[in-house]
């Protein structure tokens, strides 16, 4: 695939010096491996590989919504991968699913749900804070995911003029206040998420569940390790990230017998 | 949404006591809570309640792709959903990839990657084993997954007719010797991933990517911790699953300079 | 060494397959082996090997501080050596040193303190339960660390009549209500430890602590896994044990400017 | 206990920010939180709290062998208190026990063992590089330690001129050369120990050890979290220490049957 003016692009060198830009005719990046310059990858194919003004290599990666998210613009603390993953292989999202997202932020979940449930499926998500829904707008288009979301500026404790999701994700400080709400937007047999970085808000969360018709309330978190493969010398790394949040799973059942 | 003849359904008691089924109009399952007549259940909606020849509560839940794979038939060490879950979120697999696996199995990542691309995008899956290849057709049938799989029955070291795929994800017990087959068959920044249970296979597969003109490899393992939520008693579960596998993440990068 | 009446030893085959006995010249221990004649191991060496009536070797292993832990007789949870040995690695503990134990259980703990502080120096150790201040007796006296052991049958909520220990351990249901009885307990600068299975029991406990004039206060856990080394082929076990206990640790500070 | 002349102490302030000092008359410490003058802490007793030039509070806090070993000087990568505290644990060391020690480094695991042994027992360690012994020397002298460790400036490979100890700990490189060696050096039933950092000395270490008559060869790794407990908002903190090594165990089984 050919490198055009608006493509974005992964200028590569490391895993950790790599750069993702938007092509455009003038531009010139400069980091401290010397200056490249945009203009001339413009009509290159993806793969290929440039040099520095310092002679450095830097290969052309085309950038995946991994790429998008990883170095999207943020102020709030992020859901890394292996929780994103997780939560679309736990509940079975999938292309054509309708899902409520409750507390957009920076919108990292929100564009990794939505390339996996687009181009028939949807996301509606709600923030009652204005910055987050624009930056959030801002990485969706980056990610160019803007036609399969739909944002609401508006305070989800408030109500939720939504229903017949397959999946509702909730994203606050306070998910407990928020599970009756998602009862009545789910369809039946819909999955219900919660991010909960502590354990108060999972304890307080799971014991509201069981109390609402949720059935096979679960909670785990995830643990992620790298390794330093070398050969005759393989380990894993010293350094790890030793927690980002815990998650609740549960799926709406039927308040009544018939 | 409404059952019907043929229709799968989760029979729901607890979380360690669920079924998953095939409905039909003489079906009867026999249960040690009871026995609950499937034929009885025709016409219901997904989430309603029936009671079992002793009275026992079941909650008919619709089955998710994480249902279908939790309880596929299978002959082979499955890859579970904490690992199905990072290798879509960390190579951005969405609607429309085009996806090489070699090695079939049991079909649960073929299931997942296929749930995950469709309805425009397609798996294409290698076994030399014949009776894997029917194992997992039958579990693809049941998740209704055929349409966007081709299966190989084919040895996968004899090569491949296959390429410019977005990613290819190996699952063999060698997975080193498949390298530089799967680096002519990835489009160019593709991605690589391999399954390697064992630290050797992660050691040998990583240089061999590295000598391959494969960048930005990166070998992870994730560990995923039950917590039990209980009100003022809340703690992680004693029990754990301490390894499933390493992964291997890798993106394609040209093998010379322009 | 050589093996007489009254001795321990390990009757090891596997690791899984071990037993610990008290050589008795007219006992047999009878296992799925075959037997073994423990009368013809007197006047053996440790290190020798027997062999069963079905001829299956085993060998005659001298066991240590941790053989007799991990063979308790037990009635309670017990604490396990990653615990153990944290907790003196972390608190210093050393010959000599001085020990409050609240809550005996089944002597786990007191028997491995017992171990480091003698000769020199001393645990005293508090249950409210008779039946396991009874077990934690014979446990020790299977050790041989009954001289280095106060135990007091005595609800430790209704004070404690010690004073100037080096390190004060708890592992009740309830360690904050513990903190300012275990605050007179200690020497100046002394360190305090708790187990607590639970979060909630961490959360009250250090948040009591950090009010009632400790410093250093530091919450962690230890998780263990097993390796399963093979020559070409190494990687985790596949079982773990995902929890036991949280650890609280601080230091004594004073309680007022001078 | 009161502070003197040659006394050690640590000034503490934070957790993150203390200072482990010997005391002497006209010492004064410079930190960023103003000066300390050490001479007037002199006849002041353990757990007082003094002020720094700017009024900061600063606790007197007696070191034990843990502060000793985290503040001590190294020039290699120190053994950690977790695994330190599980090889006591696991090999049963306590007061009495006789160790080889083989790879000194900085002293941190010397210092531990000696502390655990003294003052009957006795630690024999052997590195081949005179920087690392010195420091080690002067590490066991600050911990009051000298007199029960003895230190041997030789190269291990070439000959160990010891026996009958109970337990032996290999810190080197290439453990799995050693193993001929410290079966000769160890009592029957005696305790194997090596510190792997990677993957393939373990494996080549436990493979070597089941080929040598050793028998319960088990082979770990211990993770350490840390938990911020805080009221109401208790998680495990962000980050966390990935791997320091993997510890093999292993017991002397006899060569041959009687």
Redesign the interface.
């Known amino acids: ?1 050919t490198i055009q003016e608006g493509s974005y692009v992964m200028l ?1 060198h490391t ?1 950790r010096k ?1 750069w993702l830009t938007r092509v455009n005719c003038e531009k010139k990046v400069h980091t401290h491996l010397g200056v490249i310059d945009v203009s001339s990858i413009i009509g ?6 440039v040099k520095t003004s310092e002679g450095k ?1 830097i ?1 052309l ?2 950038p ?4 998008f998210i990883m170095k999207s613009e943020r102020r709030t603390q992020i859901i890394y ?2 929780d ?9 999202l ?2 054509g699913s309708k899902v409520l997202e409750i507390g957009t932020g920076s919108g990292a979940l929100t564009t ?1 749900l939505a ?5 028939s499926g949807h996301i509606y998500t709600f923030d009652v804070n204005p910055d987050f829904i624009e930056i959030a707008k801002r990485n969706l288009e980056k990610a160019a995911m803007t036609a399969y979301v739909t944002t609401h500026l508006h305070d989800p404790h408030l109500g939720l003029d939504i229903e017949d999701v397959d999946a509702a994700i909730v994203d606050l400080g306070d998910p407990w206040t928020m599970i009756s709400q998602v009862y009545r937007a789910l ?3 819909g ?1 219900f998420v919660a991010i909960c ?4 808000q ?2 307080k ?3 509201e569940l069981k109390q609402n018709n949720f ?30 949040t ?1 998650l ?1 799973f549960a ?4 308040n ?3």
Chains 1, 2, 3, 4 share one sequence.
């Open positions: 695939m590569f895993s790599k290159l194919e993806y793969g290929s590989i290599l290969h990666v085309e995946t919504i991994h790429d991968p292996k994103l993953g997780y939560i679309v292989a736990r509940t079975g999938k292309n990794f390339s996996i449930v687009k181009p369809k039946p047999s999955a970085p502590t354990m108060n999972l304890e969360s799971a014991t059935i096979d309330v679960d909670c785990v978190e995830l643990m992620i390790r790298n390794i330093e493969a070398r050969e005759g010398m393989s380990r894993p790394s010293m350094r790890m990230i030793g927690h980002t815990y609740i799926r709406k059942a039927s009544m017998l018939d």
